[in-house]
């Protein structure tokens, strides 16, 4: 009997142990199941995937033939890449001589340069086709580059061009005449901004605002009022979402350094919305509308174009729904719903994506096209949330300044824009806004599917992505002939189109007609040729095969 009573007694404390843990590992098995099934919903995988994956590129001969194409169509394509590229040369002389000139000492143009494809083919690209990045006019929705070439703007600005460059000019200007007798004084106030604080609560809805240097510094910003109200670490954001480059909303890919109050969790899940409900640990949910048009994936560039599995599925009633039932869950855990609008922000509505999906957000961060074309960040919250200091703990602060917040030319280019945007007549521009743009989409994919053509496009409003119906490893050359045919593309290629809202119907079938004659060059030069049967399973075990063998020298 003595014996036996240590026996028992480290028996009960095993049980209560074990016990006392139980909720702890259903928890976390709650987080795991709530992440995506993809290394875009696994940061520390992706992470480490990226690094084990070796550098290789197809010399000459394999470049053109890589898929198993015959010698016929490895010639078909090596004469249209040179047919290009002698295109190229004659067309972009003068900016691909300063494009190579600025990237000696710029490192963002030596990055963007680099991944405009897959990099087991960017050597060759780099050479032969490397497009000028200096432009020196706009007009209408055309820029012309310093060669004197006019080409379609389809780059959007990164999102900042929703009404057309000669709008934002006429912001800019008026602006700089009204902010001109104060001049750069930083630290007090332009009397302006008064009336932008006005309009921007009406707008969103909410309390009060402050002022940022850019679309990064608002995000950062909501998250650490958020975190400072609720006294609660982590932030939640979906896979595939991008809320600028700060670290703790680029955990993957990207970040040297892996935070670890962030949870990257599956949009659109009922099993996300469960870890809202049980965990006690979060402190905001951030939501970045964009998604809605590729929900858990990233940002489509064609640098990782590697083969046709890249889609877009916008279902507007779907999503709406779903920031229906996460505003429910985040007002009842008292979690802060930060809903990041840099990018769609005055595009889709008047009122933002708060307006557009019937959704309330408690804070909202505007940026972009915001200040009449100048740089802009913005945060709108509750009055709660947006308090930095607390009464009865005098050094609890929330620290945020920036030498630029509030630049008195930036002030008034804002209260030009929103001035236009507040005019009834101007507001008219939003009328059957989203029925226009996918009338548009459709009309382009019919004559597509009419030409033959693999090549689908899908839209959020006037915020378009290209994809492909038909295996292939050379999808992204479509963006060299589209280059080709006066459309400009930002330097992610067919991932993202941006349009203008001033884009005319006749402007719009100019584009179309330009799009539909690049995918037919490229059809003729026998990039879209395959083996039958082949599947994109089938692509991507065929790149596996050539990285193990590059890692292991076979």
């Known amino acids: 009997m003595e014996t036996s009573l240590p026996i028992l007694s480290l028996s009960a404390a095993a049980i209560a142990g074990a016990a006392a843990a139980f909720p702890k590992i259903q928890a976390r098995l709650a987080l795991s199941r709530a992440k995506h099934r993809s290394l875009t919903g696994h940061s520390k995988m992706s992470k480490m995937v990226a690094r084990l994956v ?54 963002d143009l030596q990055f963007t340069e680099s991944y405009r494809v897959p990099f087991q083919f960017s050597r060759l690209v780099r050479e032969h086709l490397n497009t000028s990045s200096f432009v020196q006019s706009s007009s209408g929705v055309t820029v012309t580059d310093v060669d004197g070439n006019v080409s379609y703007d389809l780059t959007g600005s990164y999102g900042v061009n929703i009404f057309g460059n000669d709008f934002y000019k006429e912001c800019i200007a008026e602006g700089e005449k009204r902010a001109h007798a104060l001049g750069p004084v930083l630290g007090p106030y332009h009397p302006v901004i008064i009336d932008n604080v006005k ?118 009633a ?33 009122g933002g994506a708060q307006e557009y999906f019937g959704v309330r957000a408690d804070m909202v961060t505007y940026g972009k096209s ?55 007549n101007f507001r008219s521009v939003y009328n059957g806004l989203d029925e226009t743009w996918n009338a548009r989409a459709k009309q382009l994919n019919d004559r597509l599917t009419a030409a033959e053509l693999p090549v689908r496009v899908s839209n959020l409003s006037s915020i378009w992505m290209v994809h492909y119906t038909e295996p292939s490893r050379y999808n992204w050359m479509l963006q060299y002939y589209l280059r080709a045919e006066g459309l400009a593309l930002s330097w992610v290629g067919t991932g993202r189109l941006i349009f203008g809202l001033n884009t005319s119907d006749a402007d719009f079938t100019e584009v179309a007609d330009r799009f539909v004659a690049a995918g037919e060059k490229m059809k003729r030069d026998g990039w879209w040729w395959q083996k039958p049967g082949v599947t994109n399973k089938d692509i991507k075990r065929q790149i596996l095969k050539e990285m193990l063998a590059r890692k292991f020298g076979r």
């Not at 090596?78 to 190579?100: E, I, P, S, V, W």
């Not at 006690?280 to 994936?297: K, T």
């Not at 100048?374 to 949330?385: A, E, M, Q, S, T």
């Not at 030498?403 to 001035?419: C, I, K």
């Open 54 to 107: 070796p550098h290789y590129e197809f010399d000459i001969d394999k470049f053109f033939a890589v898929d198993g194409a015959p010698r016929e169509i490895a010639m078909q394509r090596q004469d249209g890449f040179f047919r290009l590229a002698g295109l190229y040369a004659q067309r972009y002389a003068k900016g691909r001589q300063m494009t190579a000139e600025a990237a000696q000492h710029i490192s």
């Open 199 to 316: 309009r921007l609560c009406a707008i969103s809805g909410l309390d009060e605002v402050s002022f940022h240097m850019s679309g990064t510094e608002a995000v950062m910003q909501a998250v650490r009022l958020a975190r400072y109200h609720t006294r609660r670490t982590h932030l939640v954001r979906f896979a595939g979402s991008y809320h600028g480059w700060w670290g703790d909303v680029q955990p993957g890919v990207g970040n040297p350094v892996s935070p670890h109050e962030t949870y990257t969790l599956a949009d659109m899940s009922e099993k996300t919305l469960h870890v809202l409900r049980t965990r006690r640990d979060i402190a905001c949910v951030l939501v970045n509308p964009l998604q809605a048009l590729h929900p858990n994936s990233n940002a489509p560039g064609d640098s990782a174009l590697v083969d046709s599995s890249r889609s877009g599925r916008y279902d507007r």
């Open 318 to 350: 779907a999503y709406a729904e779903w920031l229906k039932k996460l505003r429910e869950v985040c007002t009842e855990r008292g979690i802060v719903l930060i809903f990041d609008e840099v990018f769609v922000g005055f595009r889709i509505a008047a």
């Open 370 to 424: 915001l200040a009449g074309g100048l740089p802009i960040g913005v945060v709108c919250g509750r009055k709660d949330l947006m308090r930095r200091f607390r009464d009865d703990k005098p050094a609890d602060i929330c620290f945020a300044r920036g030498t630029f917040n509030s630049h008195p030319y930036v002030m008034t280019a804002m209260d030009e824009f929103l001035s236009r945007l507040a005019s009834p």
